[in-house]
């Protein structure tokens, strides 16, 4: 945990050192003296005045800053002449100074991202299972195919292909199959409503088509329940053939009905790459407690299985069929593997195999990476990959203002540290990737224009030269300590979520 926290901040205050160097330079550009450079926050460790700037370095590594003259009004330094003050300078010239704060992050971000593509290439999109009957099955598609490109456009990662199959239009494939390239077409399917339902203390057994809910008829609209079933609540199940099931509602997750092509990626193997416990590495997982594990999706499957007590039920209704239904493991069980050519049982505790599915690398990845034709290539769809996380990235800033995305969907400093530390546990290309991930989300929500971040002064200057009135500095000021605040608020929000989800 500590080594986390080392990396965490260190990766932290690299990116932050380049948001602020971006409003420096264009601080330096416009003649607007810069008081202090700081890296690290809290009280000094080594400092040396410049011309007009003294660089420090503070004792705590979390970020850093630039102290423009000017900026704090309520302390002005008089010693400063007014035309290398900050709120004297034009709106044009203040919009582009905190501007290029968050440009210089979405920079930062591109280039990792381009060395990332450069360096090791990138992660092959591959098939793992196809549900029988879907439109991949009936297109011919196989388990192990890559896909290559989609409607003619090379695929980086799987959003280009998520987006193609929610506009319902038909799909132009090319997958390599056995060194060989396959052109595919396929029209993808409209899937009901969906709905994952965890039940605690169950009577009954659930039948194939579901009838009713709480004895009203069910005409399969799970998300119009959404506001009628609560947590901890109790919930009667009626089927076609008769059988009911009740308990204690525990999770209720409905999903707007989407199209879909019916696969699976190959996100892991069921074979460890460590040491654990009774297990060791080259073990292929064959069964967990009758379960059988061959692809990733029968991990995460199991996955979820391990978080529910025996007397929970996981069941998955699709419209209004039953598509699966399971309880969680009891605290024991046994676990089918094969090893060094021969099979074997071992009797593992429900914690080791949630410890082992919780260490990040243990089990092995389910695709290769594949590289360009060149360097140059490389660095182009490097480019693409890193536009594409951008968008992604504000289309998800903006659905939290329109209600399309929850707050606690975030994660915080100490989420941050997680994270970071199994990056660290899978290799430098992840620790890369997560660096230029966290540099491109730096400027994107620093681009929010809200108090206290650069998006908040870019529209006050914006406004300025719109209405060639200047606000009340005074006005200003408080509005940013407000928001300043306010953000605390957040940030402090966030950090109460990280803890619940870590403990």
Same mark, same amino acid.
Do not use: C
């Given at each position: 945990m500590v080594l986390s926290i080392i990396y965490f901040l260190l990766i932290l205050t690299g990116i932050v050192v380049v948001h602020e160097f971006g409003h420096y330079l264009f601080s330096r550009l416009f003649g607007v003296r810069v008081i202090e450079f700081a890296i690290g926050m809290g009280p000094k460790l080594w400092s040396k005045k410049g011309k007009n700037t003294t660089f420090r370095i503070n004792a705590f590594p979390i970020g850093g800053y630039v102290r423009p003259a000017g900026e704090d009004l309520d302390n002005i330094d008089s010693s400063v002449p007014a035309n290398e003050q900050i709120q004297n300078k034009p709106a044009w010239q203040r919009f582009i100074i905190?501007?290029?704060?968050?440009?210089?992050?979405?920079?930062?971000?591109?280039? $990792?991202?381009s060395l990332v593509a450069v360096v090791w290439g990138f992660q092959e999109v591959k098939i793992d299972k196809i549900e029988p009957g879907s439109p991949a099955a009936i297109s011919?598609?196989?388990?192990?195919? @890559?896909?290559?490109?989609?409607?003619?456009?090379?695929?980086?990662?799987?959003t280009r292909l998520s987006e193609a199959i929610a506009t319902g239009d038909r799909i132009d494939l090319v997958v390599l199959r056995d060194g060989k390239e396959v052109e595919i077409s396929l029209l993808p399917e409209l899937l009901p409503q969906e709905a994952f339902i965890v039940i605690g203390n169950t009577t009954g057994e659930p039948g194939a088509v579901l009838s009713s809910i709480n004895g009203a008829a069910f005409n399969g609209d799970y998300v119009g329940?959404?506001?009628?079933?609560?947590?901890?609540?109790?919930?009667?199940?009626?089927?076609s053939d008769g059988t009911t099931l009740s308990g204690t509602l525990l999770t209720y997750s409905p999903t /707007? /009905?989407?199209?879909?092509?019916?696969?699976?990626?190959?996100n892991f193997k069921p074979l460890l790459t460590t040491d654990f416990g009774q297990f060791r590495e080259g073990d292929r997982l064959l069964s967990v407690n009758g379960m059988k594990t061959d692809t990733s999706y029968d991990l995460t499957t199991m996955s979820q299985l391990l978080s529910l007590k025996s007397n929970e039920l996981l069941i998955q209704l699709t419209g209004k069929e039953t598509t699966f239904a399971k309880y969680g493991f009891p605290e024991e069980f046994v676990v089918s593997i094969e090893r060094e050519g021969q099979i074997m049982e071992l009797t593992v505790s429900k914690n080791e195999m949630i410890a082992l599915v919780a260490e990040a690398g243990a089990f092995a990845q389910g695709s290769d990476y594949w590289y360009p034709d060149s360097a140059l290539k490389a660095v182009g769809l490097g480019v693409q990959w890193a536009n594409n996380l951008l968008f992604t990235m504000v289309k998800v800033v903006g659905s939290l203002f329109t209600g399309g995305a929850s707050i606690n969907e975030f994660t915080g400093p100490i989420g941050l540290v997680t994270i970071v530390g199994q990056a660290v546990s899978l290799g430098l290309r992840i620790v890369l990737f997560l660096a230029g991930f966290i540099s491109l989300n730096l400027g994107? $929500?620093?681009? $929010?224009?809200?108090?206290?971040?650069?998006?908040? @002064?870019?529209?006050?200057?914006?406004?300025e030269m719109i209405t060639r009135r200047k606000l009340?500095?005074?006005?200003?000021?408080?509005i940013n300590v407000i928001g300043f605040m306010i953000l605390m608020g957040f940030m402090i929000y966030i950090t109460f979520i990280d803890i619940g989800r870590w403990l």
């Open positions: 905190y501007f290029s704060g968050p440009a210089f992050s979405i920079l930062l971000g591109f280039l $990792i991202l011919g598609m196989m388990p192990g195919d @890559r896909i290559v490109t989609v409607n003619g456009k090379t695929l980086i990662d799987n329940y959404s506001g009628v079933l609560s947590p901890e609540s109790t919930v009667r199940l009626g089927f /707007e /009905e989407r199209y879909a092509m019916g696969i699976y990626y190959a994107v $929500i620093n681009l $929010i224009p809200f108090p206290a971040l650069d998006g908040g @002064r870019m529209l006050l200057a914006l406004l009340d500095p005074k006005i200003e000021g408080l």
